[in-house]
Structures are given as structure tokens and as C-alpha cells.
């Protein structure tokens, strides 16, 4: 039985993030860097792929485990693999910017072209809506690169509300987000769901508020040991909403 079908009663509205939930943007990350690495190291005398790659892995973390770096870092993507990319370049000792930032930018555009909707997603929005429920994308992230998924994927049609972090001055976990997406479906947090792979972002919120919260595992890893935010789901796909 479906999460949906088992639900007594059915809510008014249904939150969906977006990357991670709906889109797939981790199948291919590491092959990408490895690829950039590799295509650009290649006319760059002393300068290894394999020690850049190890050295951009240890930055990528650095980077983003920096709340007030990763917020400047989603708003800006193509800012944010630069700025990891020369910092791996310094740690090595190579001076060459611009080849930094063409290995970064190269990453990007493959990332871009490996990024694909997940099988169903759609199927599911749609599933959803036609039971009368109101749906919510609510996605992090700069307004050109968020809203070029949006464009490419054909997604804002399936959504009643669409809330990109760049348009709207704030995003997830701030609680004003999910404020403005209840008001703009006209739900109380007890009827409306959320949905989404980031128990920080999109968990810990919606359980304050008092909504539903939904936690996209896909690895099927569990919740963490030390996990401070519990979901009231767990599933490995949003198709189990229906």
C-alpha cells in the first residue's frame, strides 16, 4: 500500500524539494571530476590528475561544511567549483587561475548534462495532483541555475507554487519558506507533507511546524547515529508516495 493510500486522512497539500528528490544530481559527480581532472591536467606539465582530484575532494568538503560558505556557494554553483578548484590548485602549489577555472567550469557543464529527473517523479507529482492535492516545489539555490532546471525539466507546470531560494531572499531550513508555500496553497501545517532528501533543509522545519515530514533516503543507509532531526517516513524514492 502506498504511503498516500494508507493515509487517514489524506492531506491538502504535498511539498516537494527539488535536487536529490525529484532530480537526480549525484549519479556521475565523481566520474565528472575525474574526467575534468584528467582532460585538464593533460597539457599542464607537474600537474597530476589524480593528486588534483584527491586534493579538489578534501576542498569540496572544506568548502561546503561552512554554513555561510555553502549558502554563497549554492546561490553561485559555478562560483562555488571555482573557488574549490583553486584552492586544491594552491594546496598543490600550481599557480595557473585560469586553468582553474576552466577544469571547474568543465565540470560543471558535465554536470549539467548528466543531470536527469528520476524515474517516476513526474509520474508521482502528477499521481498526486490528481487526487486533488495541492503540490509545492520549494528548492535552494541561485535563481539562474535553479530555474534553468526548472525550464529544461518542464516542472513548474506540476506545481501550484514554486519557491527558488534566489527569488525569494531565504531558503531552506528558514521557516519562513514553508510559511509562504502553506499560505500560497491556502494549508495549515498539520494537512500539508514535505518531502525531501536533506534532513537539515528539508526535515527539520516542517517537524517544528508541525507537518509531515517525508526523508528521502536513497541509499538506504538509515537515519545518521547522531541525527538530531527524525522524520515521521523514511522511504528510498518518492514513487512510494503512490
Known sequence: MSLLDAAQPAPAAIFFDMDGTLLDWQTGMHESWLASCKDGCAGAPGL?????????????????????????GRLDLDAASRAVVAAAFDDLGYGDLGLAHRIADDYRARRLALMALYPGAIATVEEVRAR???????TNGGTRTQRHSIERFGLARHFD????E???????????????????????????????????ADIETPVRLGMHAIWIDESG?????????RPHRTIRSITELV
Open 132 to 138: 486533488g492535492i495541492a503540490t509545492a516545489l520549494i
Open 48 to 72: 597530476d590528475a589524480p593528486a588534483l582530484y584527491a586534493a579538489i575532494v578534501e576542498r569540496r568538503g572544506w568548502f561546503w561544511q561552512d554554513a555561510g560558505r555553502a549558502r554563497t
Open 161 to 164: 507554487c514554486v519557491i527558488v
Open 221 to 229: 543507509n538509515g537515519l545518521p547515529a547522531d541525527a538530531a532531526v
Open 166 to 200: 534566489g527569488e525569494f531572499g531565504a531558503g531552506k531550513p528558514d521557516e519562513r519558506v514553508f510559511r509562504h508555500a502553506l499560505s500560497a496553497v491556502d494549508c495549515d501545517p498539520a494537512a500539508a507533507w514535505m518531502v525531501g532528501d536533506n534532513l537539515e
